[in-house]
């Protein structure tokens, strides 16, 4: 999540529903936009018509490095499965949404609906996995997450993850989404800076092995601390 929109803004007078609800309208009429809110007021305008797209040129470039098979955490509407198989690389996505998952299987993507915290095939067999569009978010503790994936890794597997760029805060805590005049319940999320990346990452096991800017985004690629050298 990153793009700090500019400004308050008045939260609708509607009752909070599930986060996935407005996240599906927001998917279904990206026109609306998409808005994450933290707890001390901080708002996000989130990139819904890149998530909707095809791969953009960033994308392709980071995605150029990843040996298949590919575990796509969080996969959204599937434009990075898609763009693997684009490339002959074998890609799964996985993903809670159901209207992302109808979305991503409409592009033709291979896409599983569940958590990554869930049973997961090819346990220790992956050897990328990607945590991009701001995913390392997912569950608001990246430590957490990072060892579930090191977990799911091979034990030559490596994660490229997208980043908040050098200066940005990390930070831990509950976020609200908003969209088509509807705010969700509050639930717990991350955003986790260049900056902010080897603590998290040591203590899940993971070494940073590369931290570049590619156009006006930021990726690491992290493997398993004992193939470091």
Known sequence: MSALASGPRREPDHRPVAELDVYA?????????????????????????????????????????????????????????????????????????????????????????RSVFESVPGRGTWRTALLLDGNIGIGGDPVTLLRRIRALLAPSGRVLLELEPPGAASRTGVVRLAAAGRWSRPFRWARLGVDGLPAPAAIAGLVVREVRPVEDRWFAVLSAASRAG
Do not use: I, M, N
């Open 25 to 113: 309208a927001a998917l279904s009429g990206p026109a609306r936009g998409l808005l994450a809110r933290w707890d001390d007021g901080a708002e996000v305008a989130l990139p819904l018509r890149r998530w909707l797209g095809p791969a953009t040129s960033a994308d392709e470039r980071v995605l150029a490095t990843a040996v298949g098979p590919v575990l796509d955490v969080g996969c959204g509407p599937g434009r990075h499965v898609v763009a693997l198989r684009e490339r002959g690389v074998e890609a799964l996505g996985v993903d809670v949404s159901r209207t992302a998952l109808r979305l991503a299987r409409a592009r033709g993507a291979a896409v599983l609906g």
